[in-house]
């Protein structure tokens, strides 16, 4: 009896890329990325980081060279998170909310540059 915490990880598939794919270029870059992804019952936080707050630093550094290496970022991404960097627009139509004064800046903003081109 240890008192070894179980840490969940999220399960990974290696694959094989041609180096001078565009995908392949930045494999060190998709390795980091997927390295920052929090467990999956775990979405608040990144394990490797060890913060409480995700996107966390490692991913978001991962996630702009993926957007810079013209990926799609969605693609590397489970879908279960997807909310988190992309939160779905808010259905405030029924449901009476005190507007915020300020437009509120979602974490994900700059994630939509991709979407740009
Ligand atoms: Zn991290």
Do not use: N, Y
Request: charged share 20%; with cysteine; glycine share 6%.
């Amino acid at each position: 009896m240890g008192g070894s915490r179980e840490i969940a990880i999220r399960e990974v598939v290696a694959v094989v890329l041609a180096a001078d794919s565009p995908a392949g270029r930045v494999a060190d870059v998709l390795d980091d990325l997927a390295a920052h992804l929090p467990p999956p019952a775990q979405q608040w936080g990144c394990s490797l980081c060890r913060t409480e707050c995700w996107p966390c630093a490692g991913f978001d550094a991962a996630a702009q060279k993926v957007i810079g290496a013209r990926l799609r970022l969605a693609e590397f991404v489970p879908l279960d998170l997807h909310p988190r960097l992309w939160p779905p627009p808010e259905q405030s139509q029924d449901v009476p909310q005190p507007s915020p004064p300020q437009s509120t800046l979602s974490p994900g903003t700059w994630f939509d540059e991709e979407s740009r081109h």
